[in-house]
């Protein structure tokens, strides 16, 4: 079974909620055999989606399950805003999606700020942005972590620790929080030419149970599934045999 959770129709705010931009990634889900997608917004786009639209789009494609997530991005002391944010939505979610692109402002995964990555110790860098998800996911705002070890998007690697010893601590929160961690096939697109997160950090997951969804990260109708083969390959190779669906925010085990 295959699934994309993390789709932005909007992107980053370059096109239109409109029923014929939407109908072309159920179209691309269908001919990419998807038994579900998921539109996830970034959050400061919220207004401007259109739930009834997705509705309609669902009565047109009724063989493809239709989900309505959101991606928020969390930064420290935006937690009661989140929390009134999604209480004050007129929109049923099915799950939430936690990401964290910013350190201290520093939009870390934007190619026009990927320099500063050569005026700070890589060490410090990964120890400060697994410290934002590891508060992210003690938020216990969101169903979903979003490309967990994005911060390798460029390519850089922590020298003096093991990536695990930043992971390690997250994971026991994410276990502790009963999260669900997405497997990002974006990072395929990207420099760093990988998945999200590493098979090196999969391992752990799944000794620790943790389940996960699926996600493309598409911005674009064109990139919708792409890497999903890859990606629960990649799964299934660790050991993975079941992923995790949403209704309501509510999760239900199915087999890959």
Same mark, same amino acid.
Do not use: C
């Given at each position: $079974?295959?699934?994309?959770?993390?789709?932005? /129709?909007?992107?980053?705010?370059?096109?239109?909620?409109?029923?014929?931009?939407?109908?072309?990634?159920?179209?691309?889900?269908?001919?990419?055999?998807?038994?579900?997608?998921? *539109?996830?917004?970034? &959050?400061?786009?919220?207004?401007?989606?259109?739930?009834? +639209?997705?509705?309609?789009?669902?009565?047109?494609?009724?063989?493809? +399950?239709?989900? $309505?997530?959101?991606?928020?991005?969390?930064?420290?002391?935006?937690?009661?805003?989140?929390?009134? $944010?999604?209480?004050?939505?007129?929109?049923?979610?099915?799950?939430?999606?936690?990401?964290?692109?910013?350190?201290?402002?520093?939009?870390?995964?934007?190619?026009?700020?990927? /320099?500063? *990555?050569?005026?700070? &110790?890589?060490?410090?860098?990964?120890?400060?942005?697994?410290?934002?998800?590891?508060?992210?996911?003690?938020?216990?705002?969101?169903?979903? #972590?979003?490309?967990?070890?994005?911060?390798? %998007?460029?390519?850089?690697?922590? #020298?003096?620790?093991?990536?695990?010893?930043?992971?390690?601590?997250?994971?026991?929160?994410?276990?502790?929080?009963? $999260?669900?961690?997405?497997?990002?096939?974006?990072?395929?697109?990207?420099? #760093?030419?990988? %998945?999200?997160?590493?098979?090196? %950090?999969?391992?752990?997951?799944?000794?620790?149970?943790?389940? %996960?969804?699926?996600?493309?990260? /598409?911005?674009?109708?064109?990139?919708?599934?792409?890497?999903?083969?890859? /990606?629960?390959?990649?799964?299934?190779? #660790?050991?993975?045999?079941?992923?995790?669906?949403?209704?309501?925010?509510?999760?239900?085990?199915?087999?890959?």
């Amino acid at each position: $079974m295959l699934l994309d959770y993390h789709i932005h /129709a909007l992107a980053h705010g370059e096109y239109d909620y409109s029923e014929s931009w939407l109908r072309l990634f159920a179209e691309n889900a269908r001919r990419e055999r998807l038994a579900e997608i998921g *539109f996830s917004e970034h &959050d400061e786009y919220l207004p401007r989606i259109k739930p009834d +639209k997705l509705k309609r789009l669902q009565e047109d494609f009724p063989e493809l +399950k239709i989900r $309505m997530g959101l991606e928020v991005d969390y930064h420290p002391g935006r937690e009661k805003e989140i929390q009134q $944010m999604l209480v004050n939505s007129n929109i049923d979610y099915d799950y939430i999606i936690g990401s964290v692109h910013f350190i201290d402002g520093w939009g870390f995964d934007h190619p026009d700020f990927k /320099a500063q *990555f050569a005026t700070q &110790d890589i060490d410090d860098i990964y120890a400060d942005y697994f410290s934002l998800v590891n508060q992210a996911v003690n938020s216990r705002l969101f169903d979903v #972590v979003g490309h967990l070890d994005l911060i390798k %998007i460029w390519g850089h690697r922590p #020298v003096k620790k093991s990536i695990l010893a930043y992971v390690e601590p997250v994971l026991n929160s994410i276990k502790a929080a009963g $999260m669900v961690v997405e497997i990002n096939s974006s990072g395929l697109r990207k420099a #760093v030419g990988e %998945i999200y997160p590493s098979r090196q %950090i999969l391992e752990p997951m799944l000794a620790l149970n943790i389940p %996960i969804t699926l996600g493309s990260d /598409a911005h674009h109708p064109s990139q919708l599934g792409e890497g999903l083969e890859e /990606a629960t390959g990649l799964a299934q190779g #660790v050991g993975y045999r079941q992923l995790v669906t949403f209704s309501g925010r509510r999760r239900q085990l199915v087999k890959i």
